[in-house]
């Protein structure tokens, strides 16, 4: 038995929501009979509601570049499992090595948001590994 290929591309802070619209419909046609792969874009959060409704009904999925552990409080500019839930969201990025690098996420703060994501039955893209600097160094193998 072979494994599912999964194709994620994750847009960091590029693209408007039209421009998440276009792009979408673009990558869903050109995918459209492609069954054998999982393909999954991740736009910013703005950009997340008008990206989904193009995804509707195509082999694209929409996901989330960050979820938060809590399920409330005061996160200012965070968002929880359920407030994705509630819009069909599936899938997160966790601990990006850039959510690391400038707002210092950890490896516990990042375990709490794998935990909450998995609780909420969203599939966790938890991120592990080098900097860009740390593989460009060649120190790849030597990264705790």
Known sequence: MSRKVFIAGNW???KTAAEAVET???LAAEVADIDNVDIS?????LSVL???EAAEGTNVTVGT???HFAESGAYTGEVSAAMLKEHGITQAVIGHSERRQYFNETDETVNKR???ALAAGIKPITC???TLEERES????SVP
Do not use: D, H, R
């Open 41 to 45: 874009v991740f736009p910013t959060f």
């Open 50 to 52: 008008a990206a989904t």
């Open 114 to 116: 794998t935990l909450a």
């Open 65 to 67: 570049q960050n979820i």
């Open 24 to 26: 979408v419909k673009g």
């Open 138 to 141: 060649g120190s790849t193998e």
């Open 12 to 14: 960091k802070m590029n």
């Open 128 to 130: 592990i590994g080098e």
